[in-house]
């Protein structure tokens, strides 16, 4: 018979403070991490110099958050995996695998819809059309 396992109620503020510890863990040991963020202020620097409007504003902190989360979720599979064992299973190099490619994804696309903003708004700029 399963027993009832009383769970612990957390204060929002100590799983505020638990989830920031592990943004900053992101940010103190995960160089692509480091490099993703650095896009994003590259990303915010050419949206201030461009004039994006509200709506690109939102695809672009879209297109950003999606990509630092799916970093986050990257390391976080990391861990476990190493935690797990640190001897080679394929079932794990294929979760390790995917979790990158997730990674890949999440860029590109973040990639091709600030490809479509900037370009549209440099083009705008140097009047190649209306607008």
Known sequence: ????????????????????????????????????????????????????????????????TIVLAAELFNTAIEHLARAITHEHHEEIRRALDTSAGAVLVAATGAAIAGAIVFGYRLGALLEWWGG
């Open 1 to 64: 018979m399963a027993r009832y396992v009383r769970h612990t109620r957390h204060p929002f503020t100590s799983k505020l403070r638990w989830a920031l510890r592990g943004v900053a863990w992101g940010v103190r040991t995960q160089s692509n991490f480091v490099i993703h963020l650095v896009l994003a202020a590259a990303v915010v620097i050419a949206g201030v110099a461009l004039g994006v409007s509200w709506i690109e504003w939102c695809v672009l902190a879209l297109c950003i």
